[in-house]
């Protein structure tokens, strides 16, 4: 059950049924808990309140807030720390919270899956252009893309594959593994971030954990996976999701 001094404003409706869009803000500062909740809950977000890297981690799993505040300096772990444990299983925007100034710690902080950086003090009304900023892109991102060829389909929403027609079932590893990459399509994504957002935070290094999902996706998508035109590897870094040449999408006949 919710602890009802750490919940404000809780996924209601407002006007004309509108949801309010809820904030999980974790800091291990009291005084900044309070003054933080107060603002956003004024400017009309629910606010949820976590103490800790563990505590905001528990918190996004079970409650699906729809942004995280999160400062760096935890009590029971790093900021980046939770940051990664965090974005494991959590798509939305992070906003990470600090007085370090460093351009070390900004570059560790978007490393860590975060998608902005905020340095203390900063004026209320930036806090929430920021939030707002956020919010908005998080929004017309959260439709997952979906490909189609003549010979391929997959549909991340409905978790369906179709290779030539025929389904084809893969393992939760081997979905997580394509659907980051298809996510991620044109761009290198390294064998690090792989294993942190599909095994977790802890690992970074088992390289062939990867290697082995990536040949068994190769085995049911590709044509020739000896030959990969889909998944290609990016020697040294990781792999990258690509359509092949003269493979366009398809796309809906236009309407006359």
Known sequence: M????NFVSDRAKGPRGMKYNTLLLVDDEPQIRRVLQTTLAQA????ILAKNGREGFDTVVREH?????????????????????IRVSFAGP???VSVRDSARDKIDALDAGADDY???????GELLARVRAALRRSSVEQTLPRIETSELTVDLEMRMINVRGDRVHLTPKEFDVLSLLVT?????VTHRK?????????????????RVVVKEIRKKIEKDPAHPRYIVTEPRIGYMFQLPPHMDEKRPPRKV
Request: glycine letters at 10%; proline letters at 8%; charged letters at 20%.
């Open 2 to 5: 919710r602890n009802p001094s």
């Open 44 to 47: 009309g977000y629910g606010v």
């Open 65 to 85: 807030p729809d942004l995280v505040l999160l400062d760096i300096n935890l009590s029971d772990m790093s900021g980046f720390d939770a940051c990664k444990m």
């Open 94 to 96: 992070i906003l990470m």
């Open 118 to 124: 905020i340095v203390k003090p900063f004026a209320m």
């Open 184 to 188: 991620h399509q044109g761009r290198p």
């Open 194 to 210: 792989i294993l942190q957002m599909v095994w977790g935070p802890e690992y970074g290094e088992e390289t062939d954990l990867v």
